[in-house]
């Protein structure tokens, strides 16, 4: 609680970044991110609780660190935070030119491909993150997860009590896909190429005699395509972005087995 109210007292009070207690208190919170001691927003059983006052710490960490140069044989970088390092000993394989930042957090068996995690984020065991995919600060994926090439999932700072973007375990998403501004994509999900969804996206499930809408949230183990719907403007009727709902991935099959069949039994491309 001492630390949490240091944080919170330095960020309704600036100045306060100036005191040497309140640099070590952000710094370690920093720490404890990058070890995954800690998390911005975790499952407590029930629901994902957003902890805002480590997404204020990590806010906090820009403007009392300096700029730096940090040389990588001939790779040359100018920036605040340091990479992430020790990867042999977290058990992550790493693949030139992948770069994690300090304060992220990747478990054993993450693989990554040429892509980018950046601070704040939480990458569970034996994730795939692959080419060109962006893990944006603060986001949340689960176990088993597998980002396709070209795969956005936005980073959610401010303010501190939103939601990050969270990819729940054993979910597919298929290759350029964009995920932001807190979207939650539940277990076993999969999702198809290009789908887009923001925190107003209509996802509409179309599996039944009578659409039904979500918005902010694919339901668990939903096989999902992009879609379009006309939406009447002043100008006229006008087709608008969303997502179709066309399936349920089996339960009854092999996660991996399940996550093809899938994709083949819905004809959706990856």
């Known amino acids: 609680m001492e630390l949490r109210n240091l944080?919170?007292?330095?960020?309704?009070?600036?100045?306060?970044?100036k005191d040497k207690d309140v640099k070590i208190a952000i710094k370690s919170i920093i720490d404890e991110l990058d070890s995954g001691t800690k998390r911005v927003a975790e499952f407590d059983g029930s629901e994902w609780v957003v902890h805002d006052w480590i997404k204020k710490a990590v806010i906090l960490y820009f403007p009392i660190q300096k700029m730096q140069l940090l040389e990588l044989g001939p790779f040359e970088f100018h920036d605040k935070i340091k990479l992430k390092t020790g990867y042999d000993k977290l058990g992550v394989r790493v693949v030139p030119h992948a770069v994690a930042r300090y304060g992220s957090f990747l478990s054993k068996g993450v693989v990554m491909m040429p892509s980018y995690v950046n601070i704040g984020a939480f990458v569970d065991e034996n994730t795939m993150i692959d080419t060109w995919a962006t893990v944006g600060s603060c986001a949340q994926v689960g176990r088993n997860v597998h980002l396709s090439g070209g795969v956005g999932l936005g980073g959610v700072l401010e303010p501190p009590q939103a939601k990050p973007v969270i990819v729940e375990d054993n979910?597919?998403?298929?290759?350029?896909?964009?995920?932001?501004e807190g979207v939650h994509i539940e277990k076993e999900a999969v999702?198809?190429?290009?789908?887009?969804l923001t925190a107003s996206s209509k996802i509409i499930d179309v599996t039944g005699s009578e659409p039904k809408v979500f918005t902010g949230r694919v339901p668990a183990r939903s096989v999902v395509i992009p879609g379009s719907y006309q939406k009447q403007f002043p100008a006229?009727?006008?087709?608008?972005?969303?997502?179709?709902?066309?399936?349920?991935?089996?339960?009854?099959?092999?996660l991996k087995t399940s996550l093809n069949d899938a994709l083949r039994e819905n004809n959706v491309a990856v």
Do not use: H
Not at 7 to 17: G, S, T, V
């Open 7 to 17: 944080i919170e007292n330095a960020w309704d009070n600036r100045q306060m970044l």
């Open 171 to 180: 979910a597919f998403v298929g290759s350029r896909c964009i995920l932001v």
């Open 191 to 196: 999702l198809g190429a290009n789908v887009t």
């Open 236 to 254: 006229g009727s006008y087709n608008v972005p969303c997502a179709l709902i066309i399936g349920q991935r089996k339960a009854s099959t092999d």
